[in-house]
């Protein structure tokens, strides 16, 4: 019998109370409590199958502080999307996304300091920190334009280009300016999102953000080209242990 992981579960029921609770308050319709229930589902599926694939019971102590922001982000996404409430209020929005930001620079230090750091926390504070941005830039789209969305469709974007070109699910080296872009992402995109600048200077604000973000993308898609197996363009395949893989040759990477 399948060992239940009581961690993403418990992170389940505190995303359908954080949403009655929204619901109580500012009122949720069928989309917002959709679009916040099927993220609370999803995250603990795959979070359950990541703590199986990595032969944990439980979460760590870094994993849990993640989960309470994804559980935030559960909350902004059911706001965002949800047509009844119309323009998601700020007075709940903001400090929903302020403390899911600030968690963001606190579960790292918490792995680090327990010695707790693992392939899985750090693969999910990356998928919290990517859905966050999808969902802020969807937000401000509407008012500073349409192309705000390549930032939040920036990192998906490279993770469908990687199905055609497998060069580009290399391992790339650890590199603090690749941090530091996508917290200005977050933070960006949250003072827009609070509408306390002026028009020009937020549209300015996030256009800057975009520009950094593709600077950023584009150089570690030029590092993975650099280093890709020359003359092999690497066949894609399922493995049930292992997932996808990529073979080039010989040899698997």
């Known amino acids: ?53 990595q032969g944990s019971r439980r979460l760590g102590p870094a994993d849990r502080v993640t989960l309470t922001r994804g559980v935030l982000v559960g909350g902004v996404t059911a706001l965002v999307l949800d ?20 968690l963001d620079a606190v579960d790292g230090q918490v792995a680090r300091r327990t010695g707790t750091a693992s392939a899985l926390g750090a693969r999910f504070d990356m998928e919290v920190d990517a859905f966050l941005i999808l969902v802020l830039s969807v937000h401000v789209a509407p008012s500073a334009g349409g192309w705000v969305l390549a930032i939040g469709l920036m990192r998906y974007a490279f993770v469908a280009a990687a199905w055609p070109l497998p060069w580009l699910r290399g391992s790339l080296p650890p590199r603090t300016w690749r941090k530091v872009v996508a917290a200005v992402q977050g933070v960006v995109l949250a003072v827009a999102a609070a509408d306390v600048l002026p028009a020009p200077v937020t549209v300015g604000a996030v256009a800057l953000a975009l520009a950094v973000l593709v600077e950023s993308f584009g150089r570690d898609v030029h590092w993975l080209w650099r280093r890709r197996p020359a003359g092999a363009a690497g066949t894609l395949f399922y493995s049930p242990e292992d997932g996808f893989e990529v073979e080039y040759g010989r040899g698997l990477v």
């Open 1 to 53: 019998m399948p060992t239940v992981r009581t961690g993403p579960v418990l992170g389940l029921i505190a995303q359908l109370a954080l949403l009655a609770g929204l619901a109580a308050t500012v009122g949720l319709g069928p989309v917002g409590w959709s679009a916040g229930v099927g993220y609370g589902v999803v995250t603990c599926l795959t979070l359950s199958h990541g703590l199986r694939r």
């Open 83 to 102: 047509p009844v409430v119309g323009v998601a209020p700020l007075a709940v929005l903001v400090p929903l996304t302020a403390v899911a930001l600030a």
